[in-house]
């Protein structure tokens, strides 16, 4: 598989870098408008008109034929929700995740935010996510196995309790939105590549407060926790380094225990 994963560059890590950028400049500026009463496709719409102001191709509409400009997903939705009619309340919690193509380049990342005030419960699953996807990265350094990523996310996320989803994971990315390797946020029996400098990889923990089990809506997108219980997914895009994970997406942290104002 290693022989498969794609090496950049210098040059072509600063146009990755660039694509991120502008990905995490997007989701950063949908931020403010998350707020009880808003639709989702409210949303939808004005990232579009984000998209326009940055002159960059979007990486997910037409996706496969997904129809949205952005995957937006409430509560008990995993990935891939379509924005539409569904109105945001008090107490939600909504994942966003945001692609964009520069010259050519792909930035891919993600975040969960509070609607508004939430239960303790919730605001720890978001801390616990956003934590797993920096235990994850500090270990994609040059030399180690992609293992020890996907295990620093489990070993601490198992500890809460949590539920870690499996039928959706991590990937390469580069040239095109999804490349090798594929990145589980947990130890696979399988066999995974040793790192090398280079190497671009999207880690993305997809966490539940419930089971594993995932199930897909009539939509064929929209993927849901099959308990109903809440989901939360965190996404950076990281150049392999000699130290840790160079992140392409850099954007300020938002779920610090000290931030939601809990304790962990």
């Not at 992140?247 to 225990?257: F, M």
Request: hydrophobic share 40%; glycine share 12%.
């Amino acid at each position: 598989m290693s022989d498969r994963i794609p090496v950049r560059n210098p040059n072509e890590i600063a146009k990755l870098r660039r694509a991120g950028e502008v990905s995490a400049r997007i989701l950063m500026d949908l931020m403010p408008i998350v707020r009880p009463g808003i639709t989702t496709k409210e949303i939808d719409n004005y990232a579009a008109e984000l998209f326009r102001r940055e002159k960059c191709g979007n990486a997910f509409l037409g996706y496969g034929g997904y129809p949205g400009q952005l995957c937006i997903s409430v509560n008990e939705e995993i990935v891939h929700g379509i924005g539409g009619a569904r109105v945001l309340r008090e107490g939600d919690i909504v994942s966003l995740d945001t692609g964009a193509i520069v010259d050519g380049w792909y930035g891919d990342n993600a975040m969960t935010l509070p609607v508004g005030r939430c239960s303790e419960e919730a605001l720890r699953l978001l801390a616990v996510t956003e934590e797993a996807l920096f235990r994850g990265i500090a270990e994609a350094k040059q030399g180690n196995s992609l293992l020890e990523v996907c295990g620093a996310i489990e070993d601490y996320v198992r500890p809460f309790g949590f539920g870690i989803v499996r039928d959706y994971v991590g990937h390469g990315v580069g040239r095109h939105l999804h490349e090798e390797p594929q990145i589980p946020n947990y130890r696979p029996s399988y066999h995974l590549p040793r790192l090398k400098r280079g190497m671009i990889l999207a880690i993305e923990p997809m966490i539940t407060l419930g089971s594993f089990r995932v199930r897909v809506l009539d939509d064929e997108w929209t993927a849901v926790t099959a308990d109903g219980s809440l989901a939360a997914h965190f996404e950076h895009t990281v150049a392999v380094g000699s130290h840790g994970g160079d992140i392409l997406t850099e954007r300020p942290r938002i779920a610090l225990p000290e931030q939601l104002g809990i304790t962990l």
